[in-house]
């Protein structure tokens, strides 16, 4: 086996430092997994396992033992850490071998390894453990790289394996993994002494070496020489038969990425929202406008990793790039039609008597030749590793149509790994979806204070949220702190409400970001305290334009928006018991707060036909964290009350019924309220969230 210099690898990356390796096996085994698992040439996300076998004391005896280290079920290369790893007797797991009856009994097998777990460990064993237990190696990789996947799916891929590695590389054809494939590849080892590695026929490659750096090293060096003769091949070839459809450019992709996102998105929520990602970076366009697109897309994914994840095939519009998706609704709705009619036909076709139920029928990715992909799923990270998943299944198409044809595995094939009992029983366990999730908020103001809070908890009951705010520093900041806990689940805009173009913008955001919008917060605002004479008329106009004039430009934006999905929606409206009690020295505010109160009250009536409910919350006293006590509003209403500033909460609480003090925290818990499933059937209210103030009371 050669050491390959870093400098001799062009196609993948040499990140191994000596440094940075630790002296124990499982901690070699932990950074080489890390590595491999952040570049997704060598493998996509939560996709492959490694493993080490190791000496151990045995927790029980005391004695030596050799424990199979591997990557657990579920788990990621790039982000896996010791609790990632299932650990197991290795000889309590080549001892099943005596229980196994056969591949007919193969999925029993799995209810077998927690017999084998070593120290108690917790993280249940992947179903490729027996792969790694029967090869005889110290260290072993499993990837799917899309170059070694493209010489798998090649019509003559194994040829092609043979003549390449020149015999140092094996070949097991299609098998579905398991107990049997571990015994087979141990049976494809045995007959080539010398074997570096194993490829897996429509799947993915096996390698190995004594330490964990020849292992890496081996790795890349195969895939890198998988890599290079791929780049030879297509060398002054059409790629995918050439151009078919131009693609617009960049601007315009976008442009009308945005326009047909909600669209989209619309259609692919009929059995529950979705969450979107859009991609037009060069792979995907020179596959979406290439003349074999339609017959490369029919022929489906291959790698298990790829089509679990993206469904077999794609959806393909046949929608010119500059057709306008809203004026073609009908004929999109027809395409979605017609592809769930074929996803049932082929679970009709394909399934087994014990086969579980048919899941959703909707594609998960969406071709639009000459603009890009879109994927649809249950939540932001699972729709962009989709869209990943397809764009390593276009690579792969690419590199063994440069070999002689690229060739899937049979329909038959992937609905038993669609459909795998194992499959269904992991999406059984997955945790219970969030009250919010699969939907899309947009909260202005939400730099500091309620907005900020509101964002918070929504982002906390699972919704995507685009923190929008005049202060971008802020924004930004916000949406930070929500995708530190909650991770790709925040977006900010800079966004002055009083400008149509902001709006539009944010909305464009979240459109882009994550398909469209579901909830919309108008919380913006801003207060100035002043008598009747001090006001001056820009005071005035101020206020109006943010508040009045600021939310009626965001709800009409939304209320577009909603109408362009058709699934409806919430608009919240962040007023103050102001909207129904007069106080001193504050005309502006509030009048402008009564203002949006009924503009709240009319949209309500007007929007609730088309399923978009209009809610009110009437704050009071939210001193702590708020933006607008902090400009000045706080220092002049203690000064109207006679008092000074830092006693301003236990003022505002003293004259409660409750004598409770208002945190920014209660008008989100407020929110969540109602727009969170418990108040579906409740439009037009208002809710005080002011510790008990009579004069307030609405009735």
Known sequence: MSSTAKTNFRHVDHLWDEKKVPADPVGQLLIRSNW???????????GGNTSVKAREKDPLTGADVDVLWVKGSGGDLGTM???????????????????????????????YLPHCT????????????????????????????????????????????????????????????????????????????????????????????????????????????????????RKGKA???????????????????????????????????????FRDDAAVIEFAGSKDLARLAAAGTSC?????????????????????????????????????????????????????PLRAPDPVVIVWPGVGLFAFAKDKATARVSAEFYVNAINVMRGAESLGGYRSISEQEAFDIEYWALEEAKLRRMPKEKSLSRRVAIVTGAGSGIGKAIAERFAREGACVVVGDLNAEAAGKAAESINA??????????????????????FAAGCLAYGAVDLVVNNAGLSISKPLADTTEKDWDLQYDVMARGSFLVSRTAARCFEAQALGGDILYVVSKNALVAGPNNVAYGSVKAAQLHQARLLAAELGPQGIRVNTINPDAVVRGSGIFQTGWGADRAKTYGIKEEDLPQFYAKRTLLNQEILPEDIAAAAFVLVGGELSKSTGMIVPVDGGLAAAFAR
Request: charged letters at 25%.
């Open 36 to 46: 491999l698992g952040a570049d997704l040439r060598l493998t996509n996300y939560a």
């Open 81 to 111: 850490k010791r609790e990632g790893l299932a650990s197991l007797y290795l000889d309590k797991v080549h001892a099943l071998e005596k229980l196994y009856r056969g591949i007919e009994h193969e999925d029993e097998m799995v209810g």
């Open 118 to 233: 070593f120290n108690l460990n917790p993280r249940a064993a992947s179903i490729d453990t027996p792969l790694h237990a029967f090869l005889p190696y110290t260290h072993i990789d499993h990837l799917h790289p899309d170059a070694v996947i493209a010489i798998a799916t090649a019509a003559d891929g194994e040829q092609v394996t043979r003549e390449l590695y020149e015999g140092t590389v094996g070949w097991v054809p299609w098998q579905r993994p398991g107990f049997d494939l571990g015994l087979k590849l141990r049976a494809c080892n045995a007959k080539t002494p010398r074997l570096r590695g194993i490829v897996l026929g429509g799947h993915g490659l096996f390698s190995w070496g004594k330490t964990a750096r020849e292992c890496y090293e081996n790795t890349l060096e195969l895939i890198e020489t998988a890599a290079a003769h791929l780049e030879a091949k």
């Open 239 to 277: 790629v995918f038969g050439g151009v078919a459809i131009p693609s617009l450019d960049e601007e315009a992709r976008r442009k009308q990425a945005l326009r047909a996102m909600p669209i989209l998105r619309g259609l692919t929520s009929i059995g529950g929202r979705t969450i979107g990602h």
């Open 304 to 356: 298990p990793d790829h089509f679990l994840r993206t469904k077999r095939t794609p959806l393909v519009l046949d929608l010119a790039p500059d057709a306008d998706p809203l004026a073609k609704r009908e004929q999109l709705t027809a395409a979605f039609a017609k592809y769930r009619d074929e996803y049932k036909a082929y679970y009709d076709r394909c399934k087994h008597p014990d086969s579980p």
């Open 485 to 506: 806990f909650a991770p790709e689940q925040a977006v900010s805009v800079k966004m002055d409400v009083s400008k149509a173009e902001d709006i539009e913008a944010a």
